[in-house]
């Protein structure tokens, strides 16, 4: 699960506090230096532009009453992902197995 994505696209008040139900791992990243790192290569910014406002549509279609840190799951993460990848003609793979968070790689573009 990821806990405040929103926070990456756009200015976001967190809403509560998480507790882990069971042992997990956290990491936290920080947004303007995601933010450096995405315009090093045109390609990334251009598909993370793109994904960033297909998240951001999907909050503004949320009541606010529904809105959570945890707004959508892995899975809704990759459709939007993958629709974002194709309108920019960009080919993406994904590696793991089930039990681990697949790995995402880019395999060359038409921009």
Not at 5 to 14: F, I
Not at 58 to 72: G, P, Q, S, W, Y
Not at 101 to 111: K, Q
């Amino acid at each position: 699960m990821w806990l405040s994505e929103a926070a990456l696209w756009t200015h976001w008040w967190h809403c509560g506090t998480a507790e882990a139900q069971e042992e997990c791992q956290l990491a936290s990243l920080n947004a303007h230096a995601v933010a450096v790192a995405l315009h090093k290569d045109p390609v990334s910014y251009k598909l993370a532009s793109r994904y960033a406002a297909e998240f951001v549509a999907v909050l503004n279609e949320t009541k606010r009453k529904d809105l959570t840190d945890a707004m959508i799951t892995r899975e809704e993460v990759f459709v939007l992902l993958s629709s974002a990848a194709q309108d920019l003609g960009v080919t993406l793979q994904v590696q793991g197995r089930a039990s681990q968070y697949p790995r995402l790689r880019r395999f060359g573009s038409s921009l």
